[in-house]
């Protein structure tokens, strides 16, 4: 039996390969480290099949949606869903940045901007949410990171929109089930955190004291292992290069730096052989705070990227026809009887 049904193939893609012990990721034939720095995030979307295109606007009904959800102060995460449920098919990849950045400033009592024509999908990202046209180097540095984070394999919120679409149910259906799946704290949820133990920390002196206090007390130190890659992910190198060249001589890379050296020598000494490497939540992190993000607007804005990979993965599974039916194992009792209650 295979617990999570890890190692179990599920389905054939085209589209993004996953090698954990090579610590290798292929998005539509290309090496991340090579494709996300240098294209822009509507050229990744094509590869994989996406049209970048689409109605930006959201409608009055969805505007009313959000405004009841903000005034309830509902997540984010519980907000995008709920839109997202309320879409189009055609707007699905092109309104998820002004549902999330419509529901950010009216949680915060500002008014929705609507969206441009004459930006591209992260400059217009970053337009509605501060209300400024963004300088070249942050929208540089947003794509890089959608453009990493666009496709992983067959992820949970990936599968969950494949399982969806293998019914026969539609595209809204399998997109509201992937933010649904993406929103739990084991999926999409841990970039805050390991910005947070950065924040902690503080100063680099302190780094080892810290650490070693969080690991022999049983806390997961944040930005460090994956259920995947054996050895260093991919995409934390890519976003670690993105980040220095965003940040530069910013004291806070320097100390996410040291943080991350000292995490990996004392997870190797408290933890040997279990080659827990940093992943791409640690740099996540950092980037998306140094582009002036705040740290709510994390895991929404990793949905603003793999809604793109879940489209694409729900047309490759309605293409592919196949009911995604698994076998469970039966674990509980046998043999009872039940005694009549009634006359």
């Known amino acids: 039996m295979n617990q999570g049904l890890e190692g179990i193939v599920a389905a054939q893609t085209s589209l993004s390969m996953v090698d954990g012990e090579r610590g290798e990721l292929i998005i539509a034939g290309y090496p991340v480290e090579e494709l996300a720095p240098n294209a ?25 949606v959000l405004r009841d959800f903000a005034r309830r102060k509902v997540e984010p995460m519980d907000a995008l869903r709920a839109a ?9 990849f092109a309104a998820f940045p002004t549902i999330v950045a419509a ?11 609507a ?14 949410l501060g209300g400024d046209v963004p300088p ?49 704290p084991l999926h999409g949820g841990a970039p805050a955190p390991a910005l947070d133990m950065v924040f902690e920390i503080g100063n680099a002196s302190r780094a080892e004291e810290v650490l070693r206090r969080k690991i022999e007390s049983g806390e997961r130190l944040m ?15 890519v976003l670690a290069a993105a980040a220095e060249r965003l940040l530069g001589n910013d004291p806070l890379y320097r100390l996410a730096k040291a943080v991350e050296a000292s995490a990996i020598r004392l997870l190797e000494e408290y933890k040997p052989g279990r080659r827990l490497q940093t992943n791409v939540e640690f740099y996540t992190a950092l980037l998306l705070h140094g582009i002036g993000l705040e740290t709510p607007l994390f895991t929404p804005t990793f949905a603003v990227s793999r809604v793109a990979g879940w489209i694409a993965h729900s047309l ?6 196949r009911l995604i039916r698994p076998q469970s194992e039966y674990v509980g009792p046998r043999n009872l009887h039940f005694e009549k209650t009634y006359a």
């Open 40 to 64: 822009s995030f509507e050229e990744v979307v094509s590869l994989l099949g996406v049209s970048p295109k689409g109605d930006r606007a959201l409608s009055p009904v969805v505007l009313d």
């Open 84 to 92: 997202a449920g309320l879409l189009v098919e055609e707007q699905l």
């Open 103 to 113: 529901y950010w400033r009216l949680l915060h009592d500002r008014e929705p901007i």
């Open 115 to 128: 969206p441009r024509e004459d930006l591209g999908h992260a400059a217009n990202y970053l337009f509605m």
């Open 136 to 184: 070249r180097h942050r929208v540089r540095a947003l794509e890089t990171y959608l453009n990493t984070v666009v496709d992983h394999g067959l992820n949970a919120s990936t599968f969950t929109a494949r399982v969806i679409t293998s019914t026969g149910s539609d595209l809204v259906s399998a997109i509201a089930g992937a933010v649904g799946a993406l929103k739990g």
């Open 223 to 237: 930005g460090f292992g994956h259920r995947v890659y054996k050895v260093r992910d991919p995409r934390a190198d």
């Open 316 to 321: 490759e599974q309605r293409r592919a026809g």
